[in-house]
């Protein structure tokens, strides 16, 4: 129902830096209502949060392993959220995912859960090299 197309993966080295893209179509007039997250999985383990950003954009919440590294931002007249990720290391290494929670509760344990969100992009590989 709702498509979400990431952009920007691809191989670094370790200290580099990736700027991930999602877009949803720009025909829907709902995302400047929607909590945007990004997560990001390792072939065999669970998915992970990694940044979210409220509605406004004015609002913002990193996974620990992320702060002062990567940065989460959006557009909403261009239906856009990005994630900018510096100094990368190579435990970063996953495929990330964009996701949207048409909800839009803010507040940490809904925001950071997995569940709670309801589209979810493809993914885009990312790999830091040593």
């Known amino acids: 129902q709702v498509q979400l197309i990431e952009s920007g993966g691809g191989l670094v080295q370790a200290g580099g830096s990736l700027t991930l893209s999602c877009a949803a179509s720009e025909r829907e007039r709902a995302f400047g209502s929607w909590v945007m997250g990004w997560f990001r999985q390792v072939p065999g383990k669970e998915r992970e949060f990694v940044a979210t950003i409220g509605w406004s954009g004015t609002r913002m919440y990193y996974a620990d392993f992320v702060k002062g590294r990567f940065t989460i931002s959006r557009d909403n007249a261009k239906n856009t959220v990005v994630l900018q990720m510096n100094s990368l290391k190579p435990e970063d290494t996953a495929v990330y995912y964009c996701?949207?929670?048409?909800?839009?509760?803010?507040?940490?344990?809904?925001?950071?859960?997995?569940?709670?969100?309801?589209?979810w992009g493809q993914g885009t590989q990312v790999t830091v090299s040593s």
């Open positions: 996701a949207a929670d048409v909800n839009g509760r803010w507040a940490p344990e809904v925001v950071t859960t997995l569940h709670e969100y309801d589209f």
